[in-house]
């Protein structure tokens, strides 16, 4: 072709430019693009309509979706970081339409998950890092230069600002929000604001539950439920209780306290 690239397949253009490696075990769904330099290892399959920027190196027994975009220099499926590692067969998977920016790097698991995931519509900013067996659910947005440990868990929703460190096996609940410049090392409760190093809880994240259309009786009773847990003169465990008799138990609400008292780390508070 006469702009360089190579075309793959009949039912919409694969495009491979010239200059990169694809490997002969790889998989490339229709429509595929990869740019400039990039390079696909072994066991990878890319989705439908997705696109490689350049230089970009998906390593091996990466799995991911459709639609996304991955920018130049991204780093996805090599080895964990984790000195327990001994080369065992493990992976990445990516959902559908998420984002990856420049020079992420994300790494395989281990034989303790046997898989790092990160879900559908994420958003992965510059300079992120996902480590090994950590689980990413859907519409997560990752400022720049987040960096997570290993087993990290972030549920559907959350966003977490810039140049933030989390502590390995910490969870973030749904729709919560981490203010850029934290240091998380113990859980955040699901609806919740959280910020500063060490980090502290700054009330519910009013903005993003009213944004993603929760009921105003949903927010209300999850108000409610907040004062209890954590502007109440009981200690968290006498508060859960005090909760479950005293507050309307939508599922908002339940899963507010499940989430707690299952918290194997501790919970963020005030």
């Known amino acids: 072709m006469s702009d360089g690239w ?11 430019h010239p200059t990169a490696i694809v490997h002969e075990g790889a998989e490339l769904d229709y429509g595929v693009q990869v740019g400039p330099w990039a390079m696909v290892g072994p066991g990878v399959k890319v989705g439908s309509g997705s696109v490689l920027g350049p230089g970009t190196l ?5 799995r991911l979706g459709r639609d996304c ?3 130049k220099g991204a780093v996805l499926g090599t080895e964990p970081q984790d000195l327990k590692f001994q080369g065992e067969e493990t992976y990445l998977t990516v959902g559908d339409r998420t984002t990856i920016r420049e020079y992420a790097t994300l790494n ?4 303790a ?3 790092t995931r990160v879900g559908s519509d994420c958003l992965l900013m510059a300079y992120t890092h996902v480590a090994h067996d950590c689980v990413l659910g859907d519409h997560v947005i990752l400022s720049n230069a987040v960096n997570m440990a290993g087993h990290v868990e972030l549920e559907d929703w959350v966003i977490v600002g810039g140049v933030t460190p989390i502590h390995q096996f910490v969870r973030v609940g749904r729709h919560a929000f981490v203010g850029g410049g934290s240091r998380i090392s113990q859980d955040v409760p699901p609806y919740c604001r959280v910020a500063g190093s060490p980090a502290r809880l700054y009330g519910l994240n009013s903005v993003g539950l009213e944004r993603r259309d929760f009921s105003a009786e949903a927010r209300a009773r999850l108000k409610e439920t907040y004062r209890i847990l954590f502007q109440s003169s009981l200690n968290l465990s006498q508060a859960v209780a005090r909760a479950r008799e005293e507050v309307e138990l939508l599922e908002e609400v339940r899963y507010l306290l499940d989430f707690i008292s299952s918290s194997e780390r501790g919970i963020t508070s005030r």
Do not use: C, D, M
Not at 6 to 16: C, F, L, N
Not at 108 to 111: D, E, F, M, P
């Open 113 to 115: 998950r046997g898989e």
């Open 108 to 111: 395989r698991g281990t034989s």
């Open 58 to 62: 998906l390593e091996s027994n990466t």
């Open 6 to 16: 190579a075309e793959v397949g009949t039912e919409k253009e694969t495009r491979i």
């Open 69 to 71: 975009r991955i920018s």
